[in-house]
């Protein structure tokens, strides 16, 4: 809640978000509170509470890895956690209407789910569609895209002639397309050359705010501004970047394993969740 009990969140108009009150006080966009769920035998998020204010670019490491998949896609409505609650740019999950989470949410996971036989325009009219966009609208946002992850003469051709890597650029294109305040990344653009990969996923938008789960977190070096290491179900550690390189660690699973062993942040109020 900001000044007179509004509630503060991505959309709030920008004479409100110019205040100075406001920029202390720096409103979460991904509030999870208390998240449990096992999965076989195994609990993959145990009483998980993790915050992260708007702008935010935070990598996401776990062990196991399972754990960092698991919670975004209960963020992305994909999966349900047995107790816990989520709220994602001030709304919570319950609300999926077009001016709630589905306009307001994207997510991307490791594989592109789509039909190869669709093209990438016939993808990204669905996606405007389920958004409740009208047909000229969508068409405005399709060439804004088109022009922007470069599709030129493969917009109407079928995804499969081209392989995985338009497949996974389609699908970040179609996250993209509502212009979401929160993006959910799960390892994303494997298939995509490594230097296209960084520039694809360099998402802008200020306020925009980006979750990536990563097993090589090297690779997302220069996308995230802050780290959180899930361990055994519960957050071990969120921090900075900054307290990596402070510490002469690495971004790598070592590193952020050696940053949580530390004791980073006990005793003392942590400042990576309104970066």
Same mark, same amino acid.
């Given at each position: 809640?900001?000044?007179? #009990? +509004?509630?503060?969140?991505?959309? @709030? ?10 920029? /202390?006080?720096?409103?979460?966009? +991904? ?24 702008? #935010?670019?935070?990598?996401? $490491? ?21 107790? #816990? ?21 994207? =997510?991307?996971?490791? !594989?592109?789910?789509? =039909? ?14 389920? %958004? ?22 493969? /917009? ?11 497949? !996974?650029? $389609? ?6 397309? @509502?212009?979401?305040? $929160? ?14 990969? @960084? ?23 220069? /996308?995230?501004? !802050?780290? %959180? ?7 071990? $550690?969120?921090?900075?970047? *900054? ?6 660690? @690495? ?10 062993? *530390? ?13």
């Amino acid at each position: 809640m900001g000044p007179g #009990g +509004v509630t503060l969140n991505s959309s @709030t108009p920008d004479a409100l978000w110019a205040s100075e009150s406001v920029r /202390l006080l720096k409103p979460a966009a +991904v509030v999870c509170e208390e998240l449990s769920r096992r999965v076989g035998r195994q609990r993959l998020l145990d009483r998980l509470s993790l915050r992260v204010g708007v702008g #935010g670019r935070l990598l996401v $490491v776990s062990q196991p890895e399972a754990s960092a998949s698991l919670l975004l896609r209960i963020l992305a409505g994909l999966a349900h956690a047995r107790r #816990g609650s989520v709220r994602l740019a001030g709304l919570s999950r319950a609300d999926d209407s077009p001016a709630g989470w589905a306009r307001r949410v994207g =997510y991307v996971g490791p !594989q592109a789910g789509i =039909y190869p036989w669709m093209s990438p325009r016939e993808v990204l009219d669905l996606a405007g569609r389920l %958004a409740e966009y009208d047909a000229r609208e969508r068409a405005r946002r399709i060439d804004a895209l088109a022009e922007r992850y470069r599709f030129g003469t493969h /917009l109407d051709e079928p995804i499969r002639r081209r392989g995985d890597a338009l497949a !996974q650029r $389609v699908a970040l294109a179609a996250a993209m397309l @509502t212009d979401p305040e $929160v993006l959910l990344l799960d390892d994303p653009l494997r298939a995509v050359e490594a230097d296209e990969r @960084t520039s694809l996923l360099a998402i802008p938008g200020p306020r925009r705010t980006v979750l990536i789960v990563s097993p090589f977190p090297a690779s997302e070096a220069g /996308l995230v501004n !802050q780290v %959180a290491f899930i361990r055994d179900g519960g957050l071990a $550690v969120h921090a900075p970047v *900054s307290a990596l390189d402070a510490r002469g660690l @690495t971004l790598s699973q070592r590193g952020i394993e050696a940053l949580a062993a *530390s004791g980073y942040g006990r005793g003392a109020p942590r400042a990576a969740g309104a970066a």
